[in-house]
C-alpha cells in the first residue's frame, strides 16, 4: 500500500547549523510534497511544498529537494535557530488540496542553543 | 487567509458518551475535509475523508459507524465520535482543501478524553 518512510525519527543539532530530513515514498503516482511543521500540542503548519515538475524548491532558510527517480525527497534547514525545534511532517500525494495526504513518521528536531 | 477554526479544542467526558467536533473553514470554501487521529509522540494518521453533500470515505479499519461525519455545507464538517470509550482518547485534527489546488489547511485539534 502507500507508504512514507522518514528518517531520522529524532534530530539534535547545534544552533546555526544545518538540519536535514529524508523521506521515501512508494506511491509513483504521487505528484505533491509538503512539509508540515508541529509544535507540541498546536496544530501542523505547512512550511513549504514542491511538485513534482521541479527538482528543488527554496524560501529563505527552507529548501525541498526532489528526486522522482529514486522517489526521495528532502527537507533542508539551514542557519538553524531554537524557534525552529518541533515536529516536522512530511507527506506525499497525488495532488495537492482535495487529495489525501499520505504522512511520514515525523522527526521531532531539538536546536541546541 | 486559509484559517481553519475547530471545535472545542478539549473534551473530558464519561465512558459512553457521544462526542461531536465541528471544522469550520473561516475564510474560503471547503469542497474536501480530512479528519485525522493523532496519537502521543505519533504521525496523522487519516481517519477519513469528507466532500460536502456526499458520504465521506473512511480508511481501511476506521469504524464509519463509530465516527460518524457530516459534511453538510463547504464550510462545516461534523465528527461525532459515538458511544465513545477511553481507546477513543487521541488528539483529532481536521484539515481543509478548496478545491483550487491550494494544500491542505489544518484546525488546531481537540483533546479527547474518555474516562
Redesign the interface.
Known sequence: GENVEQHPSTLSVQEGDSAVIKCTYSDSASNYF?W?KQEL??????II?IRSNVGEKKDQRIAVTLNKTAKHFSLHITETQPEDSAVY?CAASR????Y???????T?LKVLA | GAVVSQHPSRVICKSGTSVKIECRSLDFQATTMFWYRQFPKQSLMLMATSNEGSKATYEQGVEKDKFLINHASLTLSTLTVTSAHPEDSSFYICSAADGGGQPQHFGDGTRLSIL
Not at chain 1, 41 to 46: A, D, F, V
Not at chain 1, 100 to 106: E, P
Request: hydrophobic share 20%; no cysteine; glycine share 22%.
Open positions: 509538503p508540515y500540542g498546536k496544530r501542523p503548519q505547512l511544498d511532517f495532488g495537492s488540496g482535495t489525501k495526504y499520505i504522512f511520514g513518521t515525523g521531532r
